[in-house]
């Protein structure tokens, strides 16, 4: 079965993601206002008082009064999106949800509430850094996303949510030390990285390195991303992959997630992934 036979197809569309973290007095009021500002758009928003993440389809023009609108907030001007055009729909509807964080990482508060860390560099600087010697190029996602596509000589920690992943960290974070190494590490967009730099820096005395805006900010930024990348690169939506050129692939959901002995999380990935044309 091809996963994206239900959804419709568009020529117009467009995605943005994007992702601030900053201090959110009361996220339910933010929470009202973006409802109101998304009324024409369908996607997803979390807000927390840590800041916000999104990811939302609609027209050009859609998104841009949706950008515009959201400026007027000094709390988001200026802040970054990654954009991308669609073939098939990638969501079905609109939400907004608060909760107390904008993406969990597994830690407890005070890990997560030290001063941000680590150098955040842009894709050409990345482009240099991750071929030198001295470094770990760590991939800071889930292994299925991993397998599916990942920067040349990037490290899997194998794991199957990304709640587990400071646990791999902690458990190389000496031998990294004692090797002299540097740890390069990358996500889809950005946040995961920016939201664990602290605790790794501060926490556990790593020399931390992060790529602006993540996987969908280099393929979006260079040109030739294909020399770095290999394979595909995964996205929580009804696309499920991109190329290096942010054009959607044929991967389809069951491809994703059909091995379900290599990972029994995958049965329930692979329903919501069907349900995505009712619930997004």
Partial sequence: MDSHAPFPVSDTLCHLAFYRLVEVADPAALAAYLREITAELTGSI??????????????????????????QDPRFAGMPYKSSRCTTVPFARMKVHTKPEVVAVGLPPEATELPPGGVTLSPQAWRELITQDDVVLLDNRNSFEFKLGHFQGAIDPGVTHF???????QAH????????????????GGIRCEKLGGWMQHG??????????GVLNYFQTMPDADQDW???CFVFD???ALDTQLNETATTAEQVYGDLDADP?????????KRLDEST
């Fill in 46 to 71: 979390l807000v927390a008082s840590e800041g916000i993440n999104g990811v939302l389809a609609g027209s050009e023009a859609g998104l841009q009064k949706f950008k515009d609108a959201l400026a």
């Fill in 230 to 232: 290999m394979g595909e």
């Fill in 204 to 213: 556990l005395g790593l020399d931390v390195y992060q790529l602006d805006g």
């Fill in 173 to 188: 974070a000496q031998q990294w030390k004692d090797e002299g190494k540097r740890v390069a590490m990358y996500c889809t």
């Fill in 238 to 240: 009804n696309r499920i």
């Fill in 265 to 273: 999380h995958n049965a329930w990935r692979l329903q919501r992934a």
């Fill in 163 to 169: 709640r587990d992943f400071p646990a791999y960290v």
